[in-house]
């Protein structure tokens, strides 16, 4: 189970006013921090802080900035394939690109990339029309970019299929629909495609964000998760993860499981 | 039609280590040796390396042991003195390195002094220039009493000292950490023990490369299947990445082998089990050999004879 750490991402007030002010303080802070958590790699996402035109700039300083403390590989999130490849350009470890909807157009862009750069890919199994509301649908889209990767000569393992979860108070039907399609993706190809979620979003805006995150994690690598971007300060969360590897017979069991699942 | 080979890619590796040091390493071995490093299951070449030869210590005791008269014959007189024993085993029997164990130092027997003990690992270490192991008595206090003037007294050997066990390892573990040695961590058959114990002795402070993992063994027909699915999960985890469980293994094939009463019950006493001389020799090579296909790197047998059929078995298994 891979954790892909969220703090870094303009939302957040204390990264958004960085990025504004060029100040590293915040995001380096939140990187050692996030590694000591227990993250495999950073997400790193400008948000809305930067205005369009300087996010070629700002990704190539936010990943410069970070490899300064921490030598944990990147997942670099945006809409922007131009800021996203500034960031690869100056990557020390292959990084992860963070996102590509099963749409053509993109797809060309996104997966040449990927190769050049040795990266991986967080596919979303979403077209220009959004997300679809079941599990057969997303699995369409997930076998689109699966045939993509083979097409390019993307390794399946490099692709990560995200299938996409929606917060549970206002559509909570989706829920299950993505427990099934992380069962079916995981049987697209063998070697199997990897699979990732936007863990928190399950939460959004629900008074027990916490208690849900766990819970749904715990189902969804059950069925078949393999990364999530998520809290890696709730150490719960975190215990969750590593206990799962143990309950799945990932990982062999030893009194202090918790604190080895950690080291780096 | 054509056949593909299906072959496993593994992830990562067993760890390297290496026993002994060389005047210009600070102790005064004439050669080192490096165990583990393969990156596949025991053999297979065409899946991945296995980067160093499994090596055979030959078994040295302080005082005359109980052994079986097929093995004690062969050893001949020098049995009585552990420095020339020792030098009889590389000189003659070709072991890779030696194998000491201090069951003089029993309270309930000789009950020998660390100082004494100490003078004995020196006499053997001026015998032979081979890397040494050291092993105390069944005695665990006693253990932690002689294994550290023994520590002090070889510092910068780079000695394989035994043996820590989870509820005895700190005493040792600090010895081999403040004196530069490598250390046994034994577990009871027990994988997650044998995990655990690691984590334990890493924690302290001792870098995982300066660990050998001994599983326990069973000799053939007492339990080996059971040793064997046991050593086979820990190379497995070692492969995919857990450090925790990738030190190299030592199996004490000679001391479980020779319990069997196969290898020593005479033919008189059991006519359908054939010729002792024989028997004796294969029980003990056949286990060594079934641990050998699991990934033992290092081990200790008693019957010259069996070393002998063993070696011949690695120099077959390695194609050189």
Redesign the interface.
């Known amino acids: 189970m891979l954790i892909f750490g969220e703090r870094i991402n303009g939302m957040f007030t204390d990264i958004g006013d960085a990025l504004r002010n060029k100040d590293p303080k915040p995001i380096q802070y939140w990187a050692v921090k996030q590694q000591e958590g227990g993250a495999h790699y950073l997400d790193v996402n400008s948000g809305p802080a930067i205005p369009t035109h300087e996010r070629v700039e700002a990704y190539e300083w936010m990943v410069n900035v970070i490899q300064e403390v921490s030598e944990l590989p990147l997942v670099l999130d945006s809409t922007n394939y131009d800021a996203i490849e500034a960031g690869l350009k100056v990557c020390k470890r292959p990084a992860i690109i963070n996102s590509c909807p099963a749409e053509q157009v993109k797809i060309e862009r996104v997966f040449p990339m990927a190769i050049q750069y040795n990266a991986g890919i967080i596919g979303l199994t979403m077209d220009k029309k959004g997300i679809p509301k079941d599990a057969e649908n997303r699995v369409a889209f997930a076998m689109e970019l699966v045939a993509a990767a083979d097409e390019y000569g993307v390794p399946m393992e490099d692709l990560f299929i995200d299938p996409l979860i929606l917060p549970v108070n206002v559509a909570q039907e989706h829920a299950p629909e993505v427990l099934e399609s992380l069962r079916q993706v995981k049987m697209l190809a063998n070697p199997a495609p990897r699979t990732v979620l936007g863990l928190s979003n399950v939460s959004q805006k629900s008074p027990d964000r916490n208690l849900i995150n766990r819970t749904y994690m715990a189902m969804a690598i059950a069925s078949g998760l393999d990364a999530a971007i998520m809290d890696a300060n709730d150490d719960d969360l975190v215990d969750v993860a590593a206990t799962c590897q143990i309950l799945l017979n990932r990982s062999i069991y030893a009194d202090s499981y918790l604190k080895v699942f950690r080291a780096r | 039609m054509s056949v593909t080979l299906v072959k496993e890619k593994y992830s990562s590796k067993v760890g390297e280590v290496v026993l002994g040091a060389t005047a210009e390493q600070g102790g005064t071995r004439t050669s080192t040796i490096t165990v583990g490093g393969d990156s596949a299951l025991p053999f297979l070449q065409f899946e991945g390396e296995t980067k160093n030869r499994p090596v055979i210590a030959m078994e040295v005791t302080d005082i005359v042991p109980t052994w079986s008269d097929t093995i004690k014959n062969q050893i001949g007189d020098v049995i009585s003195d552990p420095a020339a024993w020792a030098k009889k085993c590389v000189d003659d029997f070709g072991a890779d390195l030696v194998y000491l164990k201090l069951i003089g130092a029993a309270p309930d027997g000789e009950n020998r002094s660390a100082e004494d003990c100490a003078r004995i690992v020196k006499d053997v270490l001026a015998a032979v220039g081979v890397p040494l192991i050291v092993e105390g008595c069944d005695d665990s206090e006693k253990n932690n009493e002689i294994m550290a003037v023994i520590a002090e007294a070889a510092t910068g050997e780079n000695l394989l000292i035994g043996i820590a066990e989870q509820d005895n390892y700190k005493s040792i573990a600090a010895a081999a950490m403040v004196h530069k040695h490598t250390l046994i961590a034994r577990s009871p058959l027990d ?3 044998c ?2 114990l690691n ?2 002795i890493h ?1 302290m402070g001792l870098p995982l490369n300066k660990i050998i993992i001994d599983p326990t063994v069973a000799g053939l027909g007492f339990g080996i299947e059971y040793v064997y699915s046991i050593m086979e ?1 820990a190379r497995l ?1 070692a492969l995919a990445n ?4 990738s030190m190299p293994i030592i199996c004490t094939v000679g001391h479980e082998a020779n319990r069997c009463k196969e290898a020593y019950a005479s033919e008189e006493e059991f006519p359908g089990w054939g010729d002792l001389e024989d028997r004796s020799v294969l029980w003990e090579a056949v286990t060594a050999s079934g641990v050998l296909q699991v990934g033992a790197s290092i081990l200790v047998m008693r019957n010259p004879a069996a070393v002998s059929v063993v070696k011949k078995n690695i120099s077959d298994m390695i194609g050189k």
């Open positions: 994988i997650n023990i995990k655990q984590i334990l924690e999960r985890g857990d450090k925790m469980l």
